[in-house]
């Protein structure tokens, strides 16, 4: 309770408060994680009427999503880096800013090249959030590291449930001009990350006077060329996930719409029940791995989804919402044990990990909706399932990677 009321406090608390799992930062950072995410989401929520109003093919589709995935993607390992030399507790509010900026573009956007100008910022908005937002939680983690980065996965799952379907209710009906209703919700970000910027700055600023208390454990006596061929795994595995999430993500609602009929509205609601399983399986994921070790959560959560998403793409209507919930549950369980195991791999460099596992995840969906969209403009969005459904079978990979855990004893 102490830790919580110190949580927005201006005054420094002492070291032996900040070394607590600090909670109300927690769910704090994990609800900016929800509007900046649900910000995000309303894009490719509102791809099937932006296709017919400005009468893109799916290849501009996904170059919409490439565009400001491959941005973010690009520059979150740079700001990562930067942040670890040098922290700014009120990036984050720059940040939502970017992004406040960019959707209020997008409502107004008169063309196809307008609109990737506009999603651009966005992109730039993600890239200065998502490193500096996971160091928040890993800073009040209080050694509880998997549990935290699940509370702030929680929030931006949520927040991508969300978002699609408060498109499906404001935008949809009523125009793109209405997706400008969305930058009150920025505005709203921008003064809760205001007041995480405070609390950040106070706990910088002990920490900097108290470097003994503070320094990262190292957690393992693994050799250089071990670590680096551990993280390129862990990098082939974020692939295997985002590739077949993007497929979800970008192009579930056409696959319900080209195969089932279903309205632009009712598919809304099916990709809401997929995002919201995906919030619902992050929460698992951080403590699990924190209990029984991050190796065997990633091993499970993605290899073990394979026979759920081989079996969607023959699935009826009925039994496509049911795996869809499966899948999300269990492929969303990875990302908190893959980010938390990379921070024990590379100690003391959070911002470079976040950066670096953030951007690369941006990236690959970024790519994997344009590569996609271009297979779909070939063949058919049917096709595009079948072939995303062996995606998870590279989890094998997880075999490679040591045992972190048993290198602690």
Excluded at 39 to 55: E, G, N, R
Excluded at 194 to 216: C, D, P, V
Excluded at 330 to 345: G, K
Excluded at 359 to 368: K, R, S, V
């Amino acid at each position: 309770m102490n830790a919580q009321k110190l949580a927005f406090a201006n005054t420094t608390p002492p070291p032996k408060e900040l070394q607590k799992t600090v909670y109300a930062i927690l769910f704090t950072i994990s609800f900016s994680h929800f509007i900046n995410d649900l910000l995000q989401a309303v894009i490719p929520a509102v791809y099937p009427m932006l296709k017919d109003q400005f009468q893109l093919n799916f290849t501009q589709i996904g170059l919409i999503t490439l565009t400001y995935q491959i941005i973010a993607s690009i520059l979150q390992p740079f700001v990562g880096m930067y942040t670890d030399k040098k922290s700014k507790p009120f990036s984050l509010v720059i940040g939502m800013s970017f992004t406040l900026i960019g959707l209020f573009l997008v409502s107004i956007a008169s063309s196809f090249t307008y609109l990737l100008l506009s999603v651009s910022l966005i992109g730039i908005g993600s890239s200065i959030f998502h490193p500096e937002s996971s160091r928040v939680a890993h800073l009040a983690s209080g050694g509880k590291k998997g549990l935290a980065q699940s509370i702030f996965q929680l929030g931006g799952n949520a927040g991508t449930a969300v978002g699609p379907l408060l498109a499906a209710m404001i935008v949809i009906p009523n125009g793109q001009l209405h997706i400008i209703w969305f930058c009150l919700i920025a505005f709203i970000g921008i003064g809760v990350l205001y007041k995480i910027g405070l609390w950040y700055g106070a706990h910088m600023e002990m920490k900097r006077k108290n470097k003994s208390t503070f320094q990262e454990a190292r957690l393992h006596n693994l050799s250089k060329k071990r670590v680096t061929f551990s993280l390129l795994i862990l990098l082939i595995l974020i692939f295997s996930k985002y590739f077949y999430l993007t497929s979800i993500t970008s192009y579930y609602t056409f696959y319900l719409i080209d195969k089932f009929n279903v309205s632009i509205q009712e598919s809304q609601v099916y990709l809401f029940i997929f995002l919201g399983a995906v919030a619902a399986g992050t929460l698992l994921g951080g403590p699990l791995g924190d209990k029984f070790g991050r190796k065997y959560v990633i091993w499970i959560s993605i290899l073990g989804v394979a026979p759920f998403t081989l079996m969607l793409p023959y699935a009826s209507l009925f039994w496509v919402g049911i795996l869809s919930v499966v899948i999300g549950v269990i492929l969303s369980s990875a990302f908190s044990a893959i980010l938390v195991y990379a921070t024990e791999l590379l100690p003391g460099k959070v911002g470079l990990v976040a950066g670096l596992f953030f951007g690369f995840a941006f990236g690959m969906a970024g790519i994997g909706s344009a590569v996609l969209g271009k297979l779909a403009d070939m063949t058919s969005i049917s096709y595009v399932f079948s072939i995303c459904a062996f995606l998870p079978l590279i989890g094998i990979l997880t075999a490679f990677l040591p045992n972190i855990e048993s290198q602690q004893k």
